[in-house]
Each structure stands twice: as structure tokens, then as C-alpha cells.
């Protein structure tokens, strides 16, 4: 990965002229994205894309607004434009009549996005663009529609065929496993030493994707510990004191962590492909392994038992097993999809609800969002097909036998 990253950077940098400073003549950044979309020539098309990308970081966030909303007015799709290529694609099905309706269905932004992407380094800055962008979104709704394009050519962009699978481990370096440490969203590392814990030891492993145009940005890592069964806590998992297993012995692979590093990818979808692509790289590894499970938090769960007013029923293990099991198989979004974020990344990947466990995560976060319970997806190889099927059309909850009746008791009684 890394001499692949180098050999494209080798020839994305030769590829770009070599200018100095580039200083201000007195356009606003709107008059020289309109000059960009016009420009003709490779040189003066690069200089305006890098001015245009570094005036947007200097601005402040009443400024960046502001650059978003021209964006989502003046260079949106022009509707006389494009009623007039509808109707002439109607009456001539030609590839001329074809390529105008392309072009005029196509808003400006998107093309001004693939200039600016000509910058070495640009696809970054731009995914930290759309980062900003998602904030201001929730304010100001007709920004939507710049999202939607930036999530459109993104999508492409970050294609599955695209990034490569990289293993972290303790011997990566530094200035990954910073990244490492601060992108962990699910366990934190408080440590070095809690960071070598998980890296070092011959059973556990660690996987990102990365991108050849983002090559010490990882998008997305899994951390993996291979186990003799299914661990039900996090705290035996994670321990200082355990006893290493050699890997050879180990009969599970248990995704306790999965991150999503880049807040400006948010709805592009990198954990199924991760996730496969992991589990066909150990069974190579070792192919005594033969079970893939996760040990995974239930976010939703303290927020649902507050609503129906069950929450004083947390402090019993028993009762908490069986309400996480209610809120996972039956708690439902007004599509009727799982409420539980986590349930529904899982089950869209083919997984099943296999084993709920009070008392697995005592840490502050996992007390706070889910009691301290923590739930295993089973990873059925032979099932994963069926299962997403049934999911992606009738949202069926695939779910092991002791736990779609534990999931049928009477809950308890509410205050």
C-alpha cells in the first residue's frame, strides 16, 4: 500500500506545474469558481482550483456558509436548460441530444468539484469541506442538495475499488497510529501502552482501508481479537493481565471495534466491504477459525428504556438481557427498520443477533447508552446471503432461537 501510494503521489505531483505563491488580484472566491468552470488551459485551471481551495480555508464559518448557499443557488441546475434537453431528447434519441441532457441535468457544483480535485491533496481538503458543510446542513436544508452532489461524486470517488486493505499494527507508523488513538470511536485508547495492548500481541489484529489520494488517512479500521469462543465482555477482551492465545489455537475472529474515521464520508459505506474483506483475509490466515462474531454496543438501548419508562429496570442483568433483546428484534424507526444504528449497519451486512450480555461494558460510555450491555452479531458464512436478502426486503431481524424468545416475554412492568 505504501509503495502504491508513493508511485500515484510520484505521478499525480509530476503531473501538476510547479508554481510559487499564488497572490489575490481582487476576486471574490465565487468569481473564481465561475472563472475555473470556464477555464481552458491545464496551468491556469490548477492555479485557480489551489486559490479557490486555500481562499475557502481562510475563511471563517459565517464566510464558508455563505460559499455553500452560492453553491446551492448560482451554480444549481438550470431548469430551462434542462426542460429544453428533455424535450429535444423526446423527439431525437441522438447521442448530441443525449450529452446536452447529461450535461444540463448535471449542476455546476459537481463540475467545479472535479476541478478542484486536480489540486494534489485536494480530495482531503474536499472531504473536509463536506465535513463542514454536514454541520451547517442541519441549520440551512437547501444546503442539502450541495451534500447530495458531494455525497454523489464521492460515492465514486471512495468506489470499493478503490481503496486497499492495510493491516495496523505496533511496527505502522507513528503518524497512523496517532490516528489510530484518536479516530477510536467505540473503546477508547487512553495510551500508548493501551494502544500496544491491542496491536502487539500476536492475537489481535487491526485493519483500515485507505486511499491512494489520502494515503495517511485511514477511512475506516476494525480491531480484531482472535478468541477460544464467544467473549461476552469487553473487559476480558481489553484486560491488561490476559493470557495471550497463539493464534493457531484461536477457533473465532471477534470484531470488537469497527471506526469510521472521516466525518465528511459520512453515508458512504466502507464497514460491509471491511468487514468481508477482513474475514476472507484471516479464514486464509488461519482457516481453523470458524466463527466470525462482534462484540458490539447497543447505543439506542438506555434512550429507548427512558422513553418507555423501563429504565429502573436496568440494575437487574437478567431484565436488562431481555429488554435488549425486545428493543433489538422488535424496537422500530417509522420504516420499520431496527431503531439500534449499530443493528441495522450489522444486519444490512447479512449478520444475526446471536447473544446479548449484561454487565460487558462497565466503562462510563457503555453504562450511559446501554447499561453496560453488549450484544455478539454472527458473522454465518453460509447464511450472510439469505440474511441480507431478508433484511434489505422485508426487514427481517435474523436472530438466533434463545434470543427471539427471550425477545417474546412480557416486558416488565413500568413505573
Given at each position: 500500500?505504501?509503495?502504491?501510494?508513493?508511485?500515484?503521489?510520484?505521478?499525480?505531483?509530476?503531473?501538476?506545474?510547479?508554481?510559487?505563491?499564488?497572490?489575490?488580484?481582487?476576486?471574490?472566491?465565487?468569481?473564481?469558481?465561475?472563472?475555473?468552470?470556464?477555464?481552458?488551459?491545464?496551468?491556469?485551471?490548477?492555479?485557480?482550483?489551489?486559490?479557490?481551495?486555500?481562499?475557502?480555508?481562510?475563511?471563517?464559518?459565517?464566510?464558508?456558509?455563505?460559499?455553500?448557499?452560492?453553491?446551492?443557488?448560482?451554480?444549481?441546475?438550470?431548469?430551462?436548460?434542462?426542460?429544453?434537453?428533455?424535450?429535444?431528447?423526446?423527439?431525437?434519441?441522438?447521442?448530441?441530444?443525449?450529452?446536452?441532457?447529461?450535461?444540463?441535468?448535471?449542476?455546476?457544483?459537481?463540475?467545479?468539484?472535479r476541478?478542484?480535485?486536480?489540486?494534489?491533496?485536494?480530495?482531503?481538503?474536499?472531504?473536509?469541506?463536506?465535513?463542514?458543510?454536514?454541520?451547517?446542513?442541519?441549520?440551512?436544508?437547501?444546503?442539502?442538495?450541495?451534500?447530495?452532489?458531494?455525497?454523489?461524486?464521492?460515492?465514486?470517488?471512495?468506489?470499493?475499488?478503490?481503496?486497499?486493505?492495510?493491516?495496523?499494527?505496533w511496527?505502522?507508523?507513528?503518524?497512523?497510529?496517532?490516528?489510530?488513538?484518536?479516530?477510536?470511536?467505540?473503546?477508547?485508547?487512553?495510551?500508548?501502552?493501551?494502544?500496544r495492548?491491542?496491536?502487539?500481541?500476536?492475537?489481535?489484529?487491526?485493519?483500515g482501508?485507505?486511499?491512494?489520494?489520502?494515503?495517511?488517512?485511514?477511512?475506516?479500521?476494525?480491531?480484531?481479537?482472535?478468541?477460544?469462543?464467544?467473549?461476552?465482555?469487553?473487559?476480558?477482551?481489553?484486560?491488561?493481565?490476559?493470557?495471550?492465545?497463539?493464534?493457531?489455537?484461536?477457533?473465532?475472529?471477534?470484531?470488537?471495534?469497527?471506526?469510521?474515521?472521516?466525518?465528511?464520508?459520512?453515508?458512504?459505506?466502507?464497514?460491509?466491504?471491511?468487514?468481508?474483506?477482513?474475514?476472507?483475509?484471516?479464514?486464509?490466515?488461519?482457516?481453523?477459525?470458524?466463527?466470525?462474531?462482534?462484540?458490539?454496543?447497543?447505543?439506542?438501548?438506555?434512550?429507548?428504556?427512558?422513553?418507555?419508562?423501563?429504565?429502573?429496570?436496568?440494575?437487574?442483568?437478567?431484565?436488562?438481557?431481555?429488554?435488549?433483546a425486545?428493543?433489538?428484534?422488535?424496537?422500530?424507526?417509522?420504516?420499520?427498520?431496527?431503531?439500534d444504528?449499530?443493528?441495522?449497519?450489522?444486519?444490512k451486512?447479512?449478520?444475526?443477533?446471536?447473544?446479548?450480555?449484561?454487565?460487558?461494558?462497565?466503562?462510563?460510555?457503555?453504562?450511559?447508552?446501554?447499561?453496560?450491555?453488549?450484544?455478539?452479531?454472527?458473522?454465518?458464512?453460509g447464511?450472510?446471503?439469505?440474511?441480507?436478502?431478508d433484511?434489505?426486503?422485508k426487514?427481517?431481524?435474523?436472530?438466533?432461537s434463545?434470543?427471539?424468545?427471550?425477545?417474546?416475554?412480557p416486558?416488565?412492568?413500568?413505573?
Open positions: 500500500m505504501s509503495l502504491l501510494a508513493d508511485m500515484l503521489s510520484t505521478l499525480i505531483d509530476r503531473s501538476m506545474p510547479a508554481l510559487g505563491p499564488l497572490r489575490s488580484d481582487g476576486r471574490t472566491i465565487e468569481a473564481l469558481c465561475r472563472d475555473l468552470l470556464t477555464s481552458t488551459g491545464e496551468v491556469s485551471g490548477y492555479a485557480l482550483a489551489r486559490r479557490i481551495l486555500d481562499g475557502y480555508e481562510a475563511m471563517d464559518d459565517t464566510r464558508r456558509k455563505a460559499f455553500f448557499s452560492f453553491l446551492a443557488t448560482e451554480m444549481d441546475i438550470d431548469t430551462d436548460a434542462l426542460s429544453a434537453a428533455v424535450a429535444a431528447y423526446a423527439t431525437d434519441r441522438s447521442e448530441s441530444t443525449f450529452r446536452r441532457l447529461m450535461v444540463a441535468s448535471e449542476p455546476d457544483r459537481q463540475e467545479l468539484a476541478r478542484l480535485n486536480q489540486v494534489p491533496g485536494a480530495t482531503a481538503r474536499l472531504v473536509a469541506m463536506r465535513r463542514d458543510l454536514l454541520r451547517f446542513v442541519k441549520d440551512d436544508p437547501a444546503l442539502a442538495r450541495v451534500d447530495a452532489d458531494l455525497r454523489h461524486l464521492f460515492a465514486s470517488w471512495f468506489n470499493r475499488g478503490f481503496l486497499v486493505l492495510r493491516p495496523i499494527n511496527q505502522s507508523p507513528a503518524h497512523i497510529l496517532e490516528k489510530i488513538i484518536a479516530y477510536e470511536a467505540v473503546h477508547a485508547i487512553h495510551s500508548w501502552d493501551d494502544l495492548r491491542r496491536l502487539q500481541p500476536t492475537d489481535r489484529r487491526c485493519f482501508f485507505f486511499h491512494p489520494a489520502m494515503p495517511d488517512e485511514p477511512l475506516i479500521f476494525v480491531e480484531v481479537a482472535l478468541t477460544k469462543g464467544v467473549p461476552g465482555s469487553i473487559q476480558g477482551v481489553l484486560a491488561e493481565e490476559r493470557t495471550q492465545l497463539p493464534p493457531t489455537q484461536a477457533d473465532t475472529a471477534v470484531f470488537y471495534s469497527i471506526s469510521n474515521c472521516q466525518d465528511g464520508l459520512a453515508g458512504i459505506s466502507f464497514g460491509n466491504s471491511l468487514i468481508k474483506q477482513v474475514v476472507e483475509d484471516l479464514s486464509r490466515e488461519l482457516p481453523q477459525l470458524k466463527t466470525f462474531v462482534t462484540l458490539s454496543p447497543i447505543p439506542g438501548l438506555m434512550a429507548w428504556l427512558h422513553e418507555t419508562r423501563l429504565q429502573h429496570h436496568a440494575a437487574d442483568p437478567v431484565l436488562l438481557r431481555q429488554m435488549a425486545h428493543y433489538l428484534l422488535e424496537a422500530k424507526t417509522a420504516s420499520g427498520a431496527p431503531r444504528p449499530v443493528a441495522r449497519f450489522h444486519l451486512n447479512g449478520a444475526l443477533v446471536h447473544e446479548i450480555h449484561a454487565q460487558a461494558d462497565l466503562s462510563p460510555n457503555g453504562l450511559e447508552r446501554s447499561g453496560g450491555a453488549m450484544v455478539n452479531y454472527l458473522y454465518d458464512l447464511k450472510i446471503t439469505e440474511n441480507h436478502e433484511f434489505a426486503t426487514n427481517k431481524v435474523a436472530a438466533s434463545p434470543l427471539r424468545a427471550l425477545a417474546r416475554k416486558l416488565p412492568a413500568t413505573l
